[in-house]
């Protein structure tokens, strides 16, 4: 009794923080209150995954700092970020295989420390690597495994290693990685449970196997599963995940709809620049290329390269700018040329009125890839630069040379 | 609800030190035979040839193996004996718990086995379970076959002398070590970062074990059997008087509970490292 009253209390405190959660992200959509399977009457409306200020240090390492998640039951939730970014730490401390050093974390409203068995019960988890005891075949691991649910998995054991093509009757350690990995996914989904959190499940499956395991991610899904998806690769996010949280050094540095990401104001510009001339810019409107430039500006394509970084500047919005500048057929004399490439992030007739001054070659208007997105929020720094000196050059930078972290939006 | 799952660990944990728990019973038996049964008579039967050999050693050194003048009779020669019978338990209780606890460590099996749904504290229960199982079917199969070889020496008046009941509670020692030792090997199992060779760590265990127990014999101080695990079960008190010395028993009961509560405490809180 005393039981029930104090998860009903809970409930509502949980109710406020989805609401708080909802409008500090920004409004990626309205919440799904029952979740897309949100079963059973306890738990409606509790987000699958709720973490405020979840902080794990190791000693000076770091390991994650301030992770605030909500991932609401029956979605899709990627989690992306590069190796070592702090994404499987926040795995394992959720499942309690090490301990927060500060914050909260709560799977289905149960606290992840104090309520961790009951959370086991409805969880399942594939960890990025996959080890088993040596000695033993596939199917008495996974009937090891079955025996700590109050379920009956067999069923589930032959149907998921029919699908995958599995053999239940090899031997653990003498499966390549891909096949163990295979294990870890019947092993993960056997039991029919809530939450689904899956660390890099990719690696190691070829393609078919891929495909077999989205469906069953899919499959799950339609059940009612919420499903945690923490990966590096994002066109594998983005085939499956409704939501995507990114992290960087340990912190979240943007929580995003990947429909929103990708369709959002973010467009991929790539112009081919014709001769620019600086008043044809910034003043007059367009010009013929030959005049305008042999008065104003030196016989050479770097300065019409010069010309276009100084236009492209001037438009708020535009991120990751590269300029290649290229010489035409009659170097030196009347030809000059440059490829300019940037992301653009706002009203497209601002954009439009800005290329509206200068003498295109070419332009190309296109959705960015994920990885672009990807990369456009995980690299920082050049965010007030517009198109200035640190964003140039910059898309294909290494995400551990970039400089400080954006705030959390 | 717990019940159900710890049994569940409890019983695959025993299959699957069956082989390692069946290999080691065996070789405690047989050490015990080939001492008791085939060493002894020989000894008892050439005592006089044997005493040349003994007199010609240096008496640390015959300290160091436990050999004195008391071997002749069977109570003597099976306190010589229980030396290297308890020395074989130490091993083998010590491998136990080594295997049992650290089995997930070994395999970097641990994430598996910490995400199902029970508490951490009911699988080192569950595992500590089989681990004392284990060391009380061997301790009995060894008493079982002491009172075997007991009863072939009927007509051996050193050995009608000792009572079998007697007999008997100087074969429980083993008991104590075997509890002792796997303690140790628990301990060790959930602190060491790599168990690299669970026979390897185990007989150096074991082995010292054994060394420290010529310490007190050879430097004739009795304040030293507090740190010589054997010595704490006294088989001559056992066998002379039918008692074991309560302090010493208290000593080892209580190093035994501190190593395993302690190694429960590391393992309940203990952060699971990703490989």
Redesign the interface.
Known sequence: MRHDASVLCRMGEWRDEVAGVRNHDGGSGGIDKDGKGGKGVEVDGVPAILTRHLTKRYGKARGIEDVNLTVRQGEIFGFIGPNGAGK?TTI?TL?????KTGGEASILGLDCEKD??????Q?G?L???V????GMRARDLLQ??A????VDCSVRIRELSERLDLNLDQKVEDMSLGNRKKVGIV?GLMHRPRLIILDEPTSGLDPLVQRVFFDLIREEHARGATVLFSSHILSEVQRICDRVAIIREGRIVAVRSVAEMRRSAVKRVTLGIGGVTGNGVTASGSRTVGTGYREHARDDAHDAVAEAKRALASVPGIRSLTLDAEAGAGAGTDAASAVASFLYEGDCNELIAALAGMTLADVEIAEPTLEEVFMHYYRSGDKDDGAGAGAVGAVAGEPGELSQPEPTR | ?NAH?IL?VYA?ELK?QLRSFLIGTATLLAVAILLLAGAYPIYRDSKSSVEQVIDGFPPQFAALFGVNDDVFSFGGFYRFSSLYLMLTMAIMACAWGLAVLG?EKR??????L??????RGAVYAAKLAAGLTMVAVAGLAFLATAAAVYTRFRDDPTATAIALPRLLLAASSLFGVGVLFLAFGALAAVLLRRIRSVSGIATTFGIFGFMLVSLPEMTGESKYRIVSPFTWFNVSEALDYGRYEAGYLMLAAAVALVCLAAGAAVYV?G??R??
């Open positions: 499987s394992r499942l309690g295989l090490i301990r961790r068995t009951r959370i086991l019960e969880v988890y960890p990025s690597e080890f088993y005891y040596d090891y495994a025996g700590f649910y109050h092993q | 609800m799952a569940h695959f699957a089995r395999a970097k099996a641990t994430d598996f910490f995400v199902m749904p029970m508490p809180r952060e699971v990703a490989e």
